[in-house]
């Protein structure tokens, strides 16, 4: 297997070498587990972030990330969920896709959810951001929500997300081309 060195947030990982598609490879960045890069990267985008009421991030692999800056900042978060569960009513939903995603998906926000974020500043954050495809079912959340959305944060720029103005991110993670 092949590996990728990645240095953020003063953590140095070997990410292994994962094909996206027969002509592409991506590099796996996974938070979960691994609190001193969670710690260290929601500090560090913490320090480049707008003021935000709430942190919003989809399921899953974004929880530590927005978890881990609510801790350390404004105290609120709302994860959009993959699936409807049995307690949520008043549904607010928008399909997706993703790049680590085979399929196009469905992000949902429960009533409660969407109470949270209506008025708020909200922050949206995640761990890699590369096609933009969930930024933007996210972004269509708060929206939908009544939220005004102040920033998108991530950790990673993948590929050509570095290019983009809009977004916060601590590091470019390369794609890799067959």
């Known amino acids: 297997m092949n590996y990728y060195e990645l240095n953020v947030a003063g953590c140095k990982r070997m990410l ?24 260290n990267s929601a500090r560090e985008l913490l ?21 881990e800056m609510a801790r350390q900042g404004c105290r609120d978060y709302v994860i959009a969920r993959k699936s409807v569960k049995l307690y949520m009513t008043d549904i607010v939903a928008f399909k997706c896709k993703s790049i680590t995603t085979a399929k196009e998906q469905t992000l949902y926000l429960s009533g ?44 990673l720029a993948e590929g050509d997300a570095q290019k983009r103005d809009d977004i916060i991110f601590l590091e470019n993670l390369p794609v890799f081309a067959k």
């Open 112 to 155: 409660d959810d969407v109470k949270k974020l209506s008025g708020k500043r909200v922050l949206i954050v995640d761990d890699v951001i590369s096609t933009g495809d969930s930024l933007l079912a996210l972004e269509e959340l708060v929206k939908k929500s009544g939220g005004t959305i102040v920033g998108k944060a991530t950790v």
């Open 16 to 39: 292994p070498l994962c094909e996206a598609s027969p002509n592409l490879d991506i590099a796996a960045f996974i938070m979960f587990g691994d609190v001193e890069i969670t710690e």
């Open 47 to 67: 320090k480049k972030c707008p003021e935000h009421d709430v942190v919003l991030s989809a399921e899953a692999k974004g929880i530590p990330l927005c978890y």
